[in-house]
Nanobody, 123 residues
């Protein structure tokens, strides 16, 4: 099983940027789909972005398309989420997840999860 650890969260002003990292241990990401989800207080966990480790194809939710970019570093076995033009609606705990269902936006199709990192955007 792969273990995931997120980092990079914090407090940022509206319009600012943050980069989140998701590092894998225990095994490599090879053949996996890695996704970022987020959960705001009182709301359900929602899909943000995903990347196929082999090939690098990506998919995004409409709410972040054009502002967020997911990418990977093969050598570091790490997936990143670059978040630009942040706004208050982006405030949430962000989770990294890994699974095998290509293009999935559903949390139940991801089998490994990190503990999350808080992102707070002040307006």
């Amino acid at each position: 099983q792969v273990q995931l650890e997120e980092s990079g969260g914090g407090l940022v002003q509206a319009g600012g940027s943050l980069r989140l990292s998701c590092a894998a241990s225990g095994r490599t990401f090879k053949s996996w789909i890695v996704g970022w989800f987020r959960q705001a207080p009182g709301k359900e966990r929602e899909f943000v972005a995903g990347i196929r480790w082999t090939g690098g194809s990506t998919h995004y939710s409409d709410s972040v398309k054009g502002r967020f970019t997911i990418f990977k570093d093969n050598a570091k076995n790490t997936v990143y989420l670059q978040m630009n033009s942040l706004n208050a609606e982006d405030t949430a705990v962000y989770y990294c997840a890994a699974g095998w269902t290509g293009g999935s936006i559903y949390a139940h199709e991801y089998v490994a999860w990190g503990q999350g990192t808080q992102v707070t955007v002040s307006s």
